[in-house]
């Protein structure tokens, strides 16, 4: 179990082209369930998900998003936003919560044998507040990412490749 669970994180890639497979209702909400079991500062989980599927949906947030086109294939999309009045904190902590849950989407994703792609919104405002008026965001909810979804065209996507770099490592000091 455990080299497999390392294996599916050394074979996570950005999957941009999608087959028309469509993602069933049951993975969706297993990539939910483990989006929601990230880590977040506190406890306190201050993330809110849309899922959207519609075609015609996905093709406007494609248009949106400069790096978005490959939603106008994907099956579907996951759209992480944050809702910060329900942290506590001073500092924004819920972007590393809202990181972590959308590291999990990816993760989840990947082990049901599904492409996905983060697409960075948050903290770039001409991505946000377009985004947020198509999906009918609210005014004080920030959108964070979307990640598509698709089941890739060939599993030869999902290669393993050596990123490890031994200079990047430091022990006990820089």
């Not at 939910?32 to 406007?60: T, Y």
């Not at 919104?121 to 909810?141: C, D, F, Q, T, W």
Request: overall charge neutral; hydrophobic content about 40%.
């Amino acid at each position: 179990m455990g080299e497999e669970f390392l294996r599916l994180i050394r074979t996570r890639r950005s999957i941009r082209r999608y087959s028309e497979r469509e993602i069933g209702e049951e993975e969706i909400k297993k990539i939910l369930e483990c989006a929601m079991q990230a880590p977040s500062a506190g406890n306190e989980q201050p993330w809110h998900f849309i899922v959207v599927r519609d075609k015609s949906k996905l093709k406007e947030l494609s248009e949106i998003h400069p790096y978005g086109k490959m939603l106008s294939e994907a099956s579907a999309a996951i759209v992480v936003c944050c809702d910060p009045s329900l942290s506590k904190y001073k500092l924004p902590m819920w972007i590393q919560d809202c990181s972590a849950a959308t590291q999990n989407i990816l993760l989840a994703a990947r082990a049901l044998g599904i492409g996905s792609c983060w697409i960075g919104v948050y903290p770039n405002e001409s991505r946000m507040n377009p985004i947020a008026k198509a999906l009918g965001v609210p005014e004080h909810v920030v959108v964070f990412s979307i990640v598509s979804l698709g089941y890739p065209r060939s599993e030869d996507e999902f290669f393993e490749a050596d990123r490890f770099k031994k200079e990047r490592v430091h022990h006990e000091k820089w």
